[in-house]
């Protein structure tokens, strides 16, 4: 059975960093990223990572948002730089086919 384990969420002022890790279940995938849901919106897609090394990211995260993965600890990192107080939400990675998600990490940009 996959698992996932997230960290790196929190509370962060304007303009500030964090960087999201999530951990697998030693499985290989075909995709790995993160979507986010935001109170009250649907859960959106963030960026995305192929078993190729192909990213990709969701236009209001590019040139701030940076996705890596090590395929050593079989670990995805979020590092989210420039942080706005829209960016708050919960954060869930996943990893397919067929989709697993991850329990979620909060992140709070506010100052």
């Known amino acids: 059975q996959v698992q996932l384990v997230e960290s790196g969420g929190g509370l962060v002022q304007p303009g500030g960093s964090l960087r999201l890790s999530c951990a697998a279940s030693?499985?290989?995938?075909?995709?790995w990223g993160w979507y986010r849901q935001a109170p009250g919106k649907q859960r959106e897609w963030v960026a995305g990572?192929?078993?190729?090394?192909?990213?990709d990211y969701a236009d209001f995260v590019k040139d701030r948002f940076l996705l890596s993965k090590d395929t050593t600890k079989n670990t995805v990192y979020l590092q989210m730089n420039s942080l706005k107080p829209e960016d708050t939400a919960m954060y869930y990675c996943?990893?397919?086919?067929?989709?697993?998600w991850g329990q979620g990490t909060q992140v709070t940009v506010s100052s």
């Open positions: 996943f990893v397919g086919p067929p989709v697993t």
């Open positions: 030693g499985v290989r995938f075909v995709v």
């Open positions: 990572v192929s078993s190729s090394g192909i990213t």
